[in-house]
């Protein structure tokens, strides 16, 4: 199977959900990453389980496979981004019941993935005790995910407790390796903070990538550029995933775009089928060269 592009729908925030998964099957995308949100699919809606039921059926229609994003900005605190969060001083208990609504969404949806991540651990607060928390809130939302057939996939992010690879490889192992347990990895982030490139950060990740964010970055700039306006080797990040036999949707992720976005999406999508053409060409060459 050849990979398959999806696109966020925090990048179609100006759009009525129904016409955002319509834009972006149009264009040729093979699925969503939808983010729970009250523009959207608020998890807290008091008609949530009415809503789920409607959007599966859309997403059947057009033919569109989904993964569940976490990443809302504003859902649970309206003065504070992304508060609580699994590593906060208080309230997470909060963020647990986000992402148990979040696993319960998925299973509905028939999701490939839930993404999540840790939050930023309160300045003064010891190492250990933010690896206690994360622990500590994701022993439930694993145990429901395993219940119900979800696959989890922790995302490092710039500037929270676990931001690179290597610590979300921590975290699993501390966590005992639950099956349920994989990782997001955002394409861009291997050029803003992962200390190996991007092809080489694909491949370490290897069997533990549950879901694919695509974008590009600047080194040390965390900010989701457009394709080809940053560093990011898109050619090569793509071969990559073929390479370690990635299966899911890798889904273009521009939550800053939404004024435009139809038309960031077209370009997006010429963009993905250029560079995977390219990809699978240059394999093409190296695997008939080393017979």
Not at 59 to 80: F, I, Q
Not at 158 to 169: I, N
Not at 230 to 242: E, K, P, S, T, Y
Request: contains cysteine; glycine residues 12%; charged residues 25%.
């Amino acid at each position: 199977m050849s990979l398959r592009f999806g696109y966020g729908t925090n990048g179609f925030g100006d759009h009525r959900l129904d016409d955002a998964l319509a834009v972006i099957a149009d264009l040729g995308y093979d699925g969503v990453a939808l983010t729970l949100d009250h523009p959207h699919l608020d998890p807290f809606d008091d008609h949530l389980a009415a809503r789920t039921r409607e959007l599966g059926r859309r997403l059947s229609g057009l033919g569109l496979a989904v993964v569940v994003e976490t990443g809302a900005r504003y859902l649970m605190d309206p003065w504070r981004k992304h508060e609580p969060t699994l590593v906060s001083a208080t309230g997470r208990e909060r963020r647990v019941e986000l992402l148990l609504r979040a696993v319960r969404i998925a299973a509905e949806l028939g999701a490939e993935a839930v993404s999540l991540w840790s939050g930023i651990l309160p300045a003064g607060t010891p190492e250990p005790t933010g690896w206690r928390r994360l622990q500590e809130g994701l022993g439930p939302v694993l145990d429901e995910a395993a219940r119900r057939g979800v696959r989890l996939a922790f995302e490092p992010e710039p500037g929270m407790f676990v931001d690179t690879l290597e610590r979300a490889v921590e975290l699993r192992s501390r966590l005992g390796a639950p099956e349920p347990f994989g990782v997001t990895l955002d394409l861009g982030h291997c050029v803003c903070n992962e200390p190996l490139d991007v092809t080489r950060t694909v491949h370490r990740a290897g069997p533990l990538l549950a879901n694919v964010q695509v974008d590009d970055m600047r080194p040390g700039v965390h900010e989701h550029l457009e394709l080809g306006t940053g560093q990011l080797d898109l050619v090569g990040a793509l071969g990559a995933l073929v390479d370690v036999g990635y299966t899911g949707l890798a889904s273009m992720e521009l939550p800053r775009h939404g004024h435009a976005a139809p038309t960031v999406a077209a370009r997006s999508m010429t963009a993905l089928r250029a560079a995977l053409a390219e990809a699978l060409e240059r394999r093409h060459q190296r695997v008939g060269g080393a017979r």
